[in-house]
């Protein structure tokens, strides 16, 4: 077996099929970029991620100093959780030494993790060691919606072997939650995912985020209210400078008024200045105010315009994010703007071949939604059609297919004939 064949073999994050999208991986990075190291709790899996994405963007200088980071770390620990997780580290290093050409290092680190593999073996009954299990798990959950299901078979995996397991209890925890929205899940499964958070909640009461989105879960499936301890939370964390939970509680009191969200994000703002994570929060609570008014009067496009700036700064700051770069082509359209509307757009799209399928989804969605308000309708069909044609599964792919369904049972429309026609192509129930 030659030495790629044994590299193929180890479980790290260049084995994990996590994706070489340039797009998701900036957009991964600058969201990284926000995280606060010295308060940061997930260090080991926040370096070996970062040794991931530089590695695959071409850095691998910056990839091997985070990656020996992450293995100073846990070399200092000394427990045998972290001689188990040196084995991903390590496999890791192996692969980017591989890819960077020197097969003697590479194969030092595939050899010292087959000793530690030795060393350490799985638990009778188990394919995977809990530690590795959930470090795949904490990994998977930071990448797109299919990954974040695997994140959760992953942790349920460590938990099988482990029980009692606080990390993988909270892991869960965050997956669920993550994957499963509250309007897209049986009764059945929310409550799963309450119970869930409430385990990992009460494993951790002082652990903010969780606290807050079990609050948040609590009011969706169970209609608590829960605005009194929401505020308390947001005190702790303005005064603690917690910004791990700061987008669960905006989210929150957006629910209940958007305008109670915005007072909360401006709260934030005053308190973080500089932080580029509120300011995205806050422009997004400015947009969703926006797209809540019914009416394009003149208050509804002073809004627009004061979102659009905040917008534009985000875009500043996030480049590659998609979504914060349709926020800002929505805020430019309702500012009455559509020109410059348009041209962003016009962009997103001269890229879309090299992003992912549902990053497409997203954009031709998002794009069929403009053209819409813009009163092109043969447009807008032409581009929801774009999304129900590519064969990934997404709630942008379900939402064009509802559209189309609806337009299709209208025999005054033109198109009623051929939209039936596409729709059986693709096997659609109406």
Same mark, same amino acid.
């Given at each position: 077996m030659d030495l790629k064949q044994r590299l193929q073999k180890?479980?790290?994050?260049?084995?994990?099929?996590? %994706?070489?999208?340039?797009?998701? *991986?900036? /957009?991964? *990075?600058?969201?990284?970029?926000? &995280?606060?190291?010295?308060?940061?709790?997930? $260090?080991?899996?926040? @370096?070996?991620?970062?040794? @991931?994405?530089?590695? /695959?963007? %071409?850095?691998? /200088?910056?990839?091997?100093? @985070?990656?020996?980071? +992450?293995?100073? =770390?846990m070399q200092e620990q000394g427990t045998e959780e972290?001689? =188990?997780?040196?084995? &991903?580290?390590?496999?890791?290093?192996?692969? =980017? @030494?591989?890819?960077? !050409?020197?097969?003697? #290092?590479?194969?030092?680190?595939?050899?010292? =993790?087959?000793? $530690?593999?030795?060393?350490?073996?799985?638990?009778? %009954?188990? +394919?995977?060691?809990?530690?590795?299990? %959930?470090e795949k798990g904490w990994t998977l959950v930071k990448f797109n919606k299919s990954k #974040?299901?695997? +994140?959760?078979?992953?942790?349920?995996?460590?938990?099988?072997?482990?029980?009692?397991?606080?990390?993988?209890?909270? !892991? $869960?925890?965050? +997956?669920?939650?993550?994957?499963?929205?509250?309007?897209?899940?049986?009764?059945?499964?929310? /409550?799963?995912?309450?119970?869930?958070?409430?385990?990992?909640?009460?494993?951790?009461?002082?652990n903010l985020l969780l606290h807050a989105l079990y609050l948040e879960k609590q009011y969706e499936v169970q209609r608590e209210d829960n605005e009194r301890q929401m505020q308390k939370l947001l005190d702790k964390a303005l005064e603690t400078g917690d910004q791990e939970c700061l987008g669960t509680i905006f989210r929150y009191f957006g629910k209940i008024s958007v305008d109670k969200g915005i007072e909360a994000a401006e709260r934030a703002r005053e308190k973080f200045s500089t932080s580029n994570r509120v300011l995205k929060h806050l422009a997004n609570c400015y947009k969703w105010k926006v797209f809540n008014m019914k009416e394009d009067n003149m208050e509804r496009k002073t809004l627009a315009v004061k979102s659009t700036e905040l917008f534009e700064e985000v875009v500043r700051h996030y480049p590659d994010s998609l979504r914060e770069t349709v926020g800002l082509a929505s805020m430019h359209k309702y500012a009455g703007n559509r020109k410059r509307a348009d041209e962003i757009y016009q962009q997103l799209l001269s890229n879309i071949d090299d992003l992912p399928p549902h990053s497409q989804q997203y954009i031709y969605y998002s794009y069929a939604c403009?053209?819409?308000?813009c009163r092109r309708s043969e447009d807008s069909i032409k581009f929801h059609m774009k999304v129900a044609e590519i064969p990934a599964i997404s709630e942008d792919k379900k939402k064009s297919i509802r559209i189309l369904q609806k337009i299709g049972m209208n025999p005054k429309n033109p198109r009623c004939d051929k939209i039936g026609y596409f729709l059986e192509s693709l096997h659609i129930d109406d």
């Open positions: 180890l479980e790290c994050y260049f084995t994990w099929d996590l %994706g070489d999208s340039k797009n998701e *991986l900036k /957009t991964l *990075l600058s969201n990284l970029n926000d &995280v606060n190291q010295e308060r940061c709790i997930w $260090l080991l899996h926040y @370096y070996n991620l970062l040794g @991931y994405i530089q590695q /695959t963007l %071409g850095f691998n /200088t910056e990839a091997l100093m @985070y990656l020996h980071k +992450a293995e100073s =770390v972290a001689a =188990v997780r040196l084995q &991903v580290n390590k496999a890791n290093l192996a692969w =980017v @030494y591989y890819r960077m !050409g020197d097969m003697n #290092k590479s194969k030092a680190y595939l050899e010292e =993790v087959e000793r $530690l593999q030795r060393m350490h073996p799985a638990p009778p %009954g188990c +394919a995977l060691h809990p530690e590795v299990s %959930g #974040k299901h695997q +994140a959760i078979d992953y942790f349920k995996i460590a938990l099988k072997a482990e029980p009692e397991r606080k990390e993988w209890h909270k !892991g $869960l925890a965050i +997956a669920m939650n993550k994957t499963y929205k509250i309007h897209n899940c049986s009764p059945e499964l929310n /409550t799963e995912v309450l119970k869930q958070l409430k385990i990992a909640h009460e494993n951790e009461p002082n403009h053209l819409h308000y």
